[in-house]
C-alpha cells in the first residue's frame, strides 16, 4: 500500500521568510512518480511539479525547490522569500507507473500555508 | 496546455433532486479521468476513475448507483449525483490524466454542491 505523509498540518510565516514543507512516502514499487499540488483558496489545484522515481535532481523554478531524498522517502518543498500569494493548501502525492492502482494519486493530508504581510 | 474545466463551479438543489456535473479536458484527450470529493480542510477523497468507453471503476464505500459517471469522449466525463440528500453536499473536483505513462493529473476548479 502507499502512503504519503504530510506532517506539518499548518505553518505561518511572515513575508519574505524561507519555508519548507515536508513530505515522507511509503512505497512499495520501485517505479513511481512524486508531486506538489497548490490549492488556494478558490479550490482548483494547481500542478506544480512532477518527480519520477528514477531522476533524484534537485529542481528550482524561481522561488521554488524541490529536494527529492529516496534514501529518506522524502520529497520536500521550499518556498524561498514567501510572498502572501503563496497561501495556500500545499498537497503531496504519489503514483505508481504500474498495477492495478496505476495512475491513482494517494495525496498527503495537506499543509496549510499562511504567508502573513 | 492542459485546462480542464468544470461545469457547474457551484450548484444549489433541493434533497432529492439529481445534479449533473461536468469535466472537460480542453486542450488534449483525456482516457482517463477521475473524481474526486473534498471535505472542509480534508485531503481529496478518489470516488471513480473513469475511462473512456468503458464503465467508471468506483472505490470501495462509493455508491455507483448513487454517484453515475459517464465518460462519452475523450474530453468529456459527467458525474451526476442522483437523488441528492445534504450529505452528499461537498466540493467535488474532476481531473484527466495526461503525459507519456498519463500519469499526471491535472484538475478541474471544482464543483461546490450544497443540497438543502
Known amino acids: 500500500a502507499q502512503k504519503v505523509t504530510q506532517a506539518q498540518t499548518e505553518i505561518s510565516v511572515v513575508e519574505k521568510e524561507d519555508v519548507t514543507l515536508d513530505c515522507v512516502y511509503e512505497t512499495r514499487d520501485t517505479t513511481y512518480y512524486l508531486f506538489w499540488y497548490k490549492q488556494p483558496p478558490s479550490g482548483e489545484l494547481v500542478f506544480l511539479i512532477r518527480r519520477n522515481s528514477f531522476d533524484e535532481q534537485n529542481e528550482i523554478s524561481g522561488r521554488y525547490s524541490w529536494n527529492f531524498q529516496k534514501s529518506t522517502s522524502s520529497f520536500n518543498f521550499t518556498i524561498t522569500a514567501s510572498q502572501v500569494v503563496d497561501s495556500a493548501v500545499y498537497f503531496c502525492?504519489?503514483?505508481?507507473?504500474?498495477?492495478?492502482?496505476?495512475?491513482?494519486?494517494?495525496f498527503g493530508q495537506g499543509t496549510i500555508l499562511t504567508v502573513h504581510p | 496546455g492542459a485546462v480542464v474545466s468544470q461545469h457547474p463551479s457551484r450548484v444549489i438543489c433541493k434533497s432529492g433532486t439529481s445534479v449533473k456535473i461536468e469535466c472537460r479536458s480542453l486542450d488534449f484527450q483525456a482516457t482517463t479521468m477521475f473524481w474526486y470529493r473534498q471535505f472542509p480542510k480534508q485531503s481529496l477523497m478518489l470516488m471513480a476513475t473513469s475511462n473512456e468507453g468503458s464503465k467508471a471503476t468506483y472505490e470501495q464505500g462509493v455508491e455507483k448507483d448513487k454517484f453515475l459517471i459517464n465518460h462519452a469522449s475523450l474530453t468529456l466525463s459527467t458525474l451526476t449525483v442522483t437523488s441528492a440528500h445534504p450529505e452528499d453536499s461537498s466540493f467535488y473536483i474532476c481531473?484527466?490524466?495526461?503525459?507519456?505513462?498519463?500519469?499526471?493529473?491535472?484538475f478541474g476548479p471544482g464543483t461546490r454542491l450544497l443540497v438543502l
Open positions: 502525492a504519489l503514483t505508481n507507473a504500474g498495477g492495478t492502482s496505476y495512475g491513482k494519486l494517494t
Open positions: 481531473s484527466a490524466s495526461r503525459g507519456r505513462l498519463q500519469e499526471t493529473q491535472y
